[in-house]
């Protein structure tokens, strides 16, 4: 489903899928945002660029936010469709060793490793055609979660990874934001509220596109304002 000129969701709740995955047409090939979790999801994600127009497109590369199965999962098998595959060099350690840092036993599967292609860190950018990429270091969900940050066609989008999750507003239309799961193994509290900060002072952006539920087109600085508030509550239990 295209979201945005050039930027596209490829699966997430709307086709069954608990992760979303999105796939953003540079000019230069397709950059995917996290690889999913199965081979159900994968096929999913196929079928949308399919659908979307954007199946002899190339691959060209995928940058995972965070080594868990649901948004990893799939690291593997596009990188054997001849993906690049970047992601920090903590994350990058968790796929690598496919240990419980990516939740195999949560999920009830044996995660496949594999070694991602390039290390990110904080700040690095990607540019494809029409489109840059900043890399955004975001520990707390994870030890090494990234965000990206992409600029497209003057628009900018924030690919979060499993920072907050959207929800359903209340009914008087505000809106009911989540901070993202605390129950990992490597998640640092700490570390969630500094990234809840940094997130704060981030200029506005277009388009917000999380790992889990809606993506979201309001106002981001009100959103990620709200999101600082319950990371403070969070911190003080
Ligand atoms: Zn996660």
């Not at 990893?72 to 596009?78: D, E």
């Not at 070694?115 to 029409?130: A, H, L, M, S």
Request: one cysteine or more; glycine letters at 12%; hydrophobic letters at 30%.
């Amino acid at each position: 489903m295209r979201l945005i000129e050039n930027v596209y969701q490829t699966s997430g709740v709307m086709y069954g899928t608990n992760s979303s995955t999105y796939c953003i047409d540079t000019g230069e090939g397709l950059v995917l945002i996290d690889a999913g979790f199965s081979e159900k999801q994968y096929e999913i994600m196929r079928t949308r660029r399919k659908e979307d127009g954007l199946g002899n497109k190339k691959l060209r590369d995928l940058f995972i936010t965070h080594g868990h199965f649901d948004h990893a999962g799939n690291g593997w098998l596009l990188q054997k469709d001849g993906v690049k595959v970047y992601m920090s060099a903590e994350d990058g350690a968790a796929v690598k060793s496919g240990d419980e840092r990516t939740l195999g036993s949560l999920f009830g599967r044996k995660f496949r490793a594999f070694t991602p292609d390039g290390k990110v860190r904080d700040g690095q950018t990607f540019d494809y055609g029409n489109t840059q990429l900043t890399v955004l270091e975001h520990p707390g969900h994870t030890e090494g979660t990234i965000s990206i940050l992409a600029e497209t066609n003057g628009k900018k989008i924030l690919f979060a990874g499993d920072i907050f999750v959207l929800k359903a507003c209340n009914p008087a239309d505000e809106l009911q934001p989540e901070i993202g799961w605390t129950g990992g193994p490597d998640y640092n509290g700490t570390k969630n509220l500094e990234t809840f900060r940094k997130l704060k002072e981030l200029p506005p952006v277009d388009l917000v596109a999380p790992g889990h539920g809606s993506v979201y087109f309001g106002d981001s600085r009100k959103l990620f304002e709200i999101l600082y508030h319950l990371a403070e509550k969070e911190a003080q239990q």
